[in-house]
């Protein structure tokens, strides 16, 4: 090897990077057939072999240059009386390995105090998780396979309990740790995609009251609200586009262009209405596209169900208040109703029929979605992993299931339309009835 090749090698300073150095080095020695001169399997020969004696000494020189070159200038001195590679490596080791009981006290802590946080990807993180294990293992401490799991599973952050709960009904035999680390990397390279390119809704309500009455009516209602909500309000508004003008600054409601043509003597108050706030990307849209508008997608980021769909409801009332969903791209799109949909799903032979309450309304989401969120409120648990979906009530029954469709779960039940519901079916099949269920 030559020198540039050993100066190519992550120089040892010290204790701090002695792992890193220590895999280097040998990965470059084994790489010249040099590494069983320095931990001793190719043994020195003797006086009466001078041939191999000497192919011997030129091997062990040349593992000696790539140590003594891989090292900081100021640590050379430690070797000064170290006859052979062997020597040399022991020494360096005995300085900065970490084998003494300080080092593993200190190794330990660092297992118990490692938790993935939301900073750095968990490849990086666990990384560094494996890099605490193989310290553990020079010491001939590491941990069971069992225990690793079981610490990283309580390490996660919030976002992966649906994956905690998911690993929970893997099979024992596949609950490895091998496997765990390839699935956390994937679920959260999943939820990373989702965050920038899928819809990920984050519903938030604030109270948007706004009086177009006269002056004085203006001035009493804004003395009582300015306290509470006005200036979050106003800093919503800079960051929201006119579903009208496209312009930043005001609701559609309050839009110059929309109530250019209204008489300012009407006299009439616009009722409180409810902002939907959310974050609507292309992924979502791109479902809408393709023509597939007649299912529903799990969202585990919404707060409502939603479809765009009048044709579902079964039961429709408008919005008392009105409500405005927010989209990622600034734009305020209306919800003007809320309503009950008739679904129907067939499991284990069965056609099951059941309702979901409350859904908004709106007509230029392009796509349905069923809230997570909502579902699991109601008393019902949503379990998914790489193979699907579930929503499951309270005695472990699956009521509803989704399949995977690209980095989004889509639901598998069918709605049955407006037309439908008080139509006879020509099969003569009747649905079994779920309709206490309300998902």
Same mark, same amino acid.
């Given at each position: ?21 220590? *895999? ?61 590679? %062997? ?87 596949? @609950? ?64 929201? %586009? ?10 559609? %409601? ?55 769909? @009048?044709?579902? *409801? ?126």
């Amino acid at each position: 090897m030559s020198d540039k090749e050993s100066l190519d090698i992550t120089k040892l300073e010290g204790t701090n990077n002695y792992m890193q150095w220590k *895999f280097e080095v040998e990965i470059a020695l084994e790489g010249k057939d040099l590494f069983s001169l320095v931990d001793g399997t190719e043994k020195k020969p003797g006086e009466d072999k001078p041939a191999e004696l000497k192919v011997y000494n030129k091997l062990s020189s040349r593992a000696k240059m790539i140590i003594l070159c891989s090292i900081k200038q100021d640590l050379r001195c430690h070797l000064i009386n170290c006859k052979s590679a %062997r020597e040399m490596w022991d020494k360096l080791s005995e300085l900065y390995g970490d084998t003494s009981a300080d080092a593993k006290q200190a190794a330990w802590k660092q297992f118990y105090a490692f938790h993935i946080t939301e900073d750095e990807t968990v490849r990086v993180q666990l990384e560094r998780f494996e890099s605490i294990l193989k310290k553990l293992e020079d010491v001939d401490r590491k941990p069971s396979d069992e225990a690793i799991v079981s610490k990283l599973l309580t390490s996660l952050p919030e976002k992966f309990e649906l994956f905690t709960i998911a690993w929970e009904c893997t099979p024992k035999d596949d @609950r490895t740790q091998k496997t765990l680390i390839a699935r956390l990397i994937k679920e959260d390279n999943r939820l990373s995609e989702k965050e920038v390119t899928t819809l990920a809704l984050r519903v938030k309500k604030a109270s948007l009251s706004d009086a177009k009455n006269d002056a004085k009516n203006d001035a009493r209602s804004d003395s009582k609200k300015k306290k509470r909500s006005k200036k979050d309000i106003e800093e919503l508004k800079k960051k929201t %586009r006119c579903g009208v003008c496209k312009e930043k600054g005001h609701w559609a %409601r309050e839009c110059p262009q929309k109530n250019s043509g209204k008489s300012e003597s009407s006299g009439k108050t616009i009722n409180s209405t409810t902002a939907l706030v959310c974050d609507i990307t292309s992924s979502y849209k791109c479902v809408s596209d393709s023509g597939h508008k007649d299912y529903f997608i799990a969202d585990t980021g919404a707060g409502r169900h939603m479809t765009f769909r @009048r044709d579902f *409801f079964s039961e429709f009332r408008p919005n008392p208040g009105g409500s405005v969903v927010k989209v990622a791209d600034d734009r305020c799109i209306d919800a003007p109703g809320i309503g009950t949909i008739i679904i129907q799903e067939k499991l284990d032979e069965v056609l099951y029929e059941r309702e979901i309450k409350d859904v908004l309304y709106v007509p230029d989401l392009g796509c349905n979605l069923l809230s997570v969120g909502s579902v699991n409120r109601k008393g019902f648990k949503f379990f998914s992993d790489e193979s699907g979906c579930e929503i499951r009530d309270k005695q472990e029954n699956v009521i509803a299931r989704g399949v995977p469709d690209g980095n989004i779960f889509r639901m598998l039940f069918k709605v049955k339309v407006s037309t439908e519901c008080n139509a006879v079916r020509a099969d003569g099949q009747d649905p079994k009835a779920a309709s206490k269920q309300h998902i």
